[in-house]
């Protein structure tokens, strides 16, 4: 190093990002999805600031607009049953993207179909007994 010179220091850049989408059990109509996306330096401590986190969510292959907000170092939010979801199954996927592009963590959920309310059996009595085969029927 000369006079005019400076030091640089380079370092990887460390970062974990953990996406957690559930329950795992789910069923619609029914709860949201409940999504929560955690970024740490890869030792426990703050991400760094410099990190932009991008989540994409989709139903399926179509992108959902899901509006997240901040507690504590996650990002959080819930998705309620969609209005226009269709007969199902489904699937909630999120993936996060840091401001480069990259994937930098990922999770789904599979829901479920509520199957559909039983009818009550007939109670007025208008069953009809058919006479059994056999040799008193001639």
Known sequence: RD????????????????VSVGPKRLVWPGEPVHIAIRATDGHGGAAPPNVELHPIV??????????????????????PTPADAGPGPWIVRVQVNDQFGNSVGRDFVEIGRRPPAKK???????????????????
Do not use: H, K, Y
Request: overall charge neutral; proline content about 7%; charged content about 20%.
């Open 3 to 18: 006079a005019t010179g400076f030091d640089l220091r380079l370092e990887p850049r460390r970062l974990a990002v953990q």
């Open 58 to 79: 989709t139903l399926g292959i179509e992108p959902l607009a899901v509006e997240f907000t901040r507690e504590g170092s996650s990002l959080v939010a819930d998705v």
């Open 120 to 138: 009550p059996a007939r109670a007025n009595g208008s069953a009809q007994l058919l006479p059994a085969s056999g040799a008193g029927n001639r």
